[in-house]
């Protein structure tokens, strides 16, 4: 659901757009519904890659690149569109961690937009941030939970002796996908699925402050497979959850 006064409800193709159903109408004829597309922006790379063709088989899966979420912002119904483009190659060997191709990660850039007029013009559409990994200020307290966290060092990935027996990376090193809007439209947050490497069966949460380029906080959760699919959804639950849980009485949630 999309929200807005024509109570709309869209499906989603995060490369070329989102289809518009209209549930109530529009204003000049309020008794049938209306349907429209919504075109939805492309960063630059997205634009001249394949040598300007820029198709789908081309940029791959967008659900591991791109995100989007329908949120309130100032009292009306908003779209947030966040994308992250890395900077990497693919190595000519498989990880012996892993057993599965191995990636060097050079760098990688974040890009957010937003949309509170939803009128189906691609103008409606305004970049808000675009930062680099390298830009991202960390506080001490961050830093000291980041390099607790275990996320910036992994294994060798050969076992040639061409890397230390624990491999230390920086920020930018991270592998990085599923950017997420933060679903509180008053915030200019993202967050992040980064792993130490491709297919690595552990994965951290990223919060990133697009508007301070500040990174906020790091927390890992359970993976246990190597896959590189979305392993958690947004969702707003915590704020109708108090802070007492009640008890648990025969295996159920009161």
Known sequence: MLGGEAGAMGWVNLWSGILIYGLLGDDDNQDRPTLQHMPLPLSMHTITCN?????????GCPYSLRG???????????????????????????????QLPAFAVDDWTLTTWSN?????YFKDWHEDFTVRSSEFRISDAVCSQLLRSGLLHRKPSRDDGGEEAMVELALRNLWVSHPTPSL?????????MAKPKCFHPKAWALALDMRN???LGVAEF????????VTYH?????????????PVAGGYLC
């Open 116 to 120: 509170d007029k939803m009128a189906g």
């Open 68 to 98: 989007i979420a329908s949120v309130t912002r100032r009292g009306k119904a908003c779209l947030k569109l966040a994308g992250v483009h890395v900077t990497g190659e693919r190595l000519p060997y498989t990880d012996v961690e892993t």
């Open 234 to 246: 947004a969702s707003t639950i915590s704020k109708y959850m108090s802070l007492v849980t009640p």
């Open 184 to 192: 509180n439209g008053e915030e200019d947050v993202v967050y992040l």
């Open 222 to 229: 359970g993976v246990g497979k190597p896959f590189v699919g």
């Open 213 to 215: 380029s500040t990174l």
């Open 51 to 59: 040598h300007g063709m820029g198709d789908e088989l081309a940029l």
